[in-house]
């Protein structure tokens, strides 16, 4: 058994995003980070772990940079690293396919992500890979034991909050939860640094992800806001709500 | 070309993002078949002018969430070379789950769409905007509130599907029903306030003026990881939802890098804080400089007279 975490490595959230010739400026990034998300889904998968659940397998896709991911989820635990490597972006079905193959190689039955990552704010991961996996799906879960075959999660789902049963094997989106994230020690920083990481090229893995059906054309930053009229006091308030009607035509 | 529209419902009624979903669909021109998951509100999106038909797909695999089994209900209904659904989590869910099992890309939270197909949508929640081609079917999950509604005088006929699908994820237990309160990132009003409400409790102060206005109340980040009353379910941010309301009213809330990220694209903003100086008060049309606890009774009152009227 084991558990296989997919982490996405995104520009952290603190980060200011600029544009450069019509693309976003990667190298005007200075922090990335993995994904917030996907931080619960490894932990989560650590706890089972602890609980004799079986391997943490930290599987990335992305280009070379990514792999500071798989090392900071080994700090703290993961058990084998995968990287399969893509530098050039991909649409859903390539990521998929390459994820589902890594996932098979990995011979986990349990997938733990975040419910969408904090660059492209998808969220089309998890329930297309389940889906090509043949798979069932939890989505928006914070929390997941598995006793024998059998998977119990909370989730936030439409009808509110939720215990659902499911059965392995099955892909767990992960939303914002009360697990406080555990830092790496010391030990696990070093240990993680010696750790081998499993590199695999589409190739690798026997897929062949063809070209990308959705091709970015270009990136540009939000309209800038005209400066807005500010006033002091709650005294102005009743200028304020008759501008929202009469200005704006809000309310 | 023809488009299949997957129906978005609430509390066991057809929700209006539907119509907008088939206002976008109308502007690409061809049929416009809506799948009713569960055969909810069938009736209601046979009335949205412009659809041409309406299935109502039914089976014991709707009486709860379970994305896989859904998709794999709706899957082999699917007609043409594109599949709109809403950007809520089912919608993009079902997006998903669907465009996987047809093996077609698909495209979350998009803002415009035209014919070919050419998309825009924002990313690192609204930091930046992207627009993308997509040159093959594919299915493409909509933003609420960017496209424009559907008329009513629709008159389509309603044909019904019995789907015998297992489900795979039972639910064992209701731990908490979902808030009555429309969801931040549905509602044309917003109010949302930050740690400087000083304590969760005058939230109630928030939800007063978001019931005068028919408002969502949401949260800045900071309130949500301080106080474990204000659920995630309510920020506002790069990590929790980004909206796009006609008005947002940020009420003690300085305006983090992430939180403006979230809500900045919003039609228009009136910022309420005591420090003249907030981040908040650069992207606000309307600010105000006061403190929460003088601004919000006046403002109650004013927007109640208002709307009385």
Not at chain 1, 102 to 110: F, L, N, Y
Not at chain 2, 27 to 34: D, H, Q, Y
Not at chain 2, 188 to 203: K, L, Q, T, Y
Not at chain 2, 296 to 302: D, I, M, N, R
């Given at each position: 058994m084991g558990v296989a975490v997919l982490l996405k490595q995104v520009p952290d959230t603190t980060a200011k995003i600029s544009i450069s010739g019509d693309r976003v400026d990667e190298a005007s990034i200075t922090k990335w980070s993995i994904s917030p998300y996907d931080e619960y889904a490894l932990e989560n998968a650590i706890k089972l772990k602890e609980s004799g659940f079986g391997d943490v397998v930290a599987i990335t896709c992305g280009p070379s940079r990514s792999a500071k991911c798989l090392t900071e989820a080994a700090a703290v635990g993961a058990d084998r690293l995968i990287h399969i490597i893509s530098e050039s972006p991909l649409d859903s079905i390539q990521v998929q396919s390459l994820?589902?193959?890594?996932?098979?190689?990995?011979?986990?039955?349990?997938?733990?992500?975040?419910?969408?990552?904090?660059?492209?704010?998808?969220?089309?991961?998890?329930?297309?890979?389940?889906?090509?996996l043949g798979f069932s799906c939890v989505g928006g879960v914070t929390e997941v034991s598995i006793e024998g075959g059998n998977a119990s999660a909370?989730?936030?789902?439409?009808?509110?909050?939720?215990?659902?049963e499911v059965a392995v094997p099955c892909v767990f989106t992960f939303d914002k939860g009360d697990s406080e994230l555990r830092r790496p020690n010391v030990r696990g920083i070093m240990m993680a640094k010696k750790k081998p990481v499993d590199v695999f090229s589409a190739e690798d893995l026997g897929v062949d992800v063809g070209d990308s059906m959705v091709e970015i054309k270009s990136h540009s930053s939000p309209p800038e806001k005209k400066p807005g009229q500010k006033f002091v006091g709650s005294d102005s308030i009743p200028e304020v709500v008759s501008k929202l009607r009469e200005e704006a035509n809000v309310i | 070309m023809s488009v299949t529209v997957i129906s978005e419902s609430s509390n066991g009624a057809l929700h209006p993002v539907t119509a907008q979903l088939v206002g976008a669909a109308s502007?690409?021109?061809?049929?416009?078949?809506?799948i009713c998951p569960g055969g909810v509100g069938s009736s209601d999106a046979a009335n949205i002018a412009g659809v041409t038909k309406v299935i109502s797909v039914e089976g014991d695999c709707f009486e709860s969430y379970d994305c896989v089994a859904w998709s794999k209900a709706i899957s082999p209904l699917v007609e043409g070379d594109l599949v709109l659904s809403s950007s809520s989590a089912v919608g993009r869910d079902l997006a998903s789950s669907i465009a996987a099992s047809m093996g077609v890309p698909v495209v979350q939270d998009v803002t415009s769409l035209t014919e070919g197909f050419s998309a825009t949508r924002p990313i690192f929640s609204g930091k930046a905007i992207e627009e993308v081609g997509i040159s093959s079917p594919c299915a493409i999950s909509l933003r609420a509130n960017s496209f424009e509604s559907a008329g009513d005088g629709g008159n389509a006929e309603v044909s019904s599907v019995n789907v015998s699908q297992?489900?795979?994820?039972?639910?064992?237990?209701?731990?908490?029903?979902?808030?009555?309160?429309?969801?931040?990132?549905?509602?044309?009003?917003?109010?949302?306030?930050?740690?400087?409400?000083?304590?969760?409790?005058?939230?109630?102060?928030?939800?007063?003026?978001?019931?005068?206005?028919g408002a969502a109340v949401g949260a800045s980040r900071a309130a949500v990881d301080t106080w474990g009353e204000i659920p995630h379910s309510m920020q506002v941010g790069q990590t929790g939802k980004t909206v796009t309301p006609n008005l947002y009213i940020a009420v003690g809330i300085s305006g983090a890098i992430q939180h403006l990220a979230g809500m900045r694209s919003s039609k228009f903003i009136l910022a309420i804080n005591k420090d003249a100086d907030a981040p908040i008060f650069g992207v606000a049309d309307y600010g105000i400089v006061s403190t929460w606890e003088e601004a919000?009774?006046?403002?109650?009152?004013?927007l109640s007279d208002l709307l009385s009227n």
């Open positions: 994820l589902s193959a890594a996932v098979k190689e990995s011979g986990c039955e349990v997938v733990m992500c975040g419910k969408q990552a904090a660059d492209t704010n998808s969220g089309s991961t998890g329930p297309g890979l389940a889906t090509t909370t989730r936030l789902g439409p009808s509110g909050l939720e215990q659902v | 502007s690409l021109g061809g049929s416009i078949t809506v297992d489900i795979t994820v039972a639910v064992k237990q209701a731990l908490a029903k979902a808030s009555e309160r429309i969801d931040v990132s549905e509602a044309d009003i917003v109010i949302s306030g930050g740690r400087g409400m000083g304590e969760p409790a005058n939230f109630s102060h928030l939800e007063e003026v978001a019931d005068i206005l919000l009774p006046v403002l109650k009152e004013h």
